[in-house]
């Protein structure tokens, strides 16, 4: 596994995507429900990633011999631990918690995946570089967000619902970890075939709890486009080509640009407030960044 040039600017895209996503999601939740906005993104993704492949001439893996049903369940678990499940879980329990303590959960994602590749991931176990880098970047996340993010509103479902957050943390983690151990397979096909399983779990879902979405505003319905182009389809192509050549711990570094990107496209787009603390916890991740690059002389 290298941390290549080409690895660490697909990581950087990837932080910038995933970031937007948070500014194109408050835009999207003003005509769809959660689980709709979750549901909308996924299926025009597996719908975009579907039509790459047969633009492509790609097939999607065989059911019919032992290696083709195991990449199968590799996606199946994919699908549901990083799409379905965590769009679920988030979409939920944000209305019972502060967008801040769900942006620390989000940023714990690098802390569980450490652990998890150490031992399950051939050549991606824990050095000092790769856990100093780590902490340091986390340390920056937790400058962005502050001390509010741990305050309570109140709510008598709220600690159900830091469950939920912590739960989407873990879901992220483990779907890195299956997408690496995963048989080897074109990585389109391989997302493309688990956005597709993420679309039939997710969708009946949130046609049963929220229904056909109605009298949809035109930024909303743009906003859901946006989301299932950039990052749900090619973010998910980056995302695999990432953990299949440099490994699940490097990907999870991402969780450390994805706050801050929020923050900066909110406040240019969105006219949010830009904390000033902001330009002390990028420079906390870039050096948390730049530390697990040693891992590479370990």
């Known amino acids: 596994m290298q941390a290549s040039l080409v690895n660490w600017l697909r990581l950087g895209a990837l932080g910038i995507i995933w970031g937007s996503s948070f500014m194109a999601v408050s835009v999207a939740i003003r005509g769809f429900g959660p689980l709709s906005v979750a549901a909308g993104r996924i299926t025009l993704g ?27 369940l590799a996606a199946l678990g994919f699908g549901f631990c990083s799409m379905a499940l965590p769009f679920f879980l988030l979409s939920w329990g944000q209305n019972y918690v502060t967008s801040g303590f769900a942006g620390v959960t989000m940023a714990a994602v690098p802390l569980l995946v450490l652990p998890l590749a150490h031992f399950l991931v051939a050549g991606d176990q824990m050095t000092l570089p790769k856990a100093t880098g780590f902490a340091i970047g986390f340390a920056g996340v937790m400058v962005l967000i502050g001390l509010g993010a741990f305050e309570s509103t109140g709510g008598s479902l709220e600690p159900l619902a830091r469950l939920a957050c912590l739960g989407a943390s873990v879901g992220y983690a483990f779907g890195s970890i299956i997408t690496r151990l995963a048989p080897k397979v074109d990585p389109i096909a391989f997302a493309t075939t688990a ?40 973010a998910n192509l980056l995302l695999v080509a990432v953990i299949r050549s440099a490994g699940p711990s490097f990907l999870s570094l991402v969780n450390y640009q994805v706050p801050i990107w929020s923050v900066i496209f909110g406040a240019v787009f969105l006219s949010e407030d830009l904390p000033g603390r902001t330009y002390f916890a990028l420079a906390l991740i870039l050096t948390g960044l730049a530390v697990t690059k040693i891992w590479k002389r370990t």
Do not use: D
């Open 195 to 234: 956005t597709i399983l993420a679309a039939l779990m997710i969708l009946p879902m949130a046609l049963l709890v929220e229904g056909m979405p109605q009298n949809v505003s035109g930024s909303a319905f743009l906003a859901v486009l946006y989301l299932g182009i950039a990052p749900t389809a090619l």
């Open 46 to 72: 597996a719908v975009i990633l579907f039509l790459l492949t047969r633009m492509m001439g790609l097939k999607l893996p065989a059911m019919n011999t032992a290696q083709g049903r195991r990449v199968w």
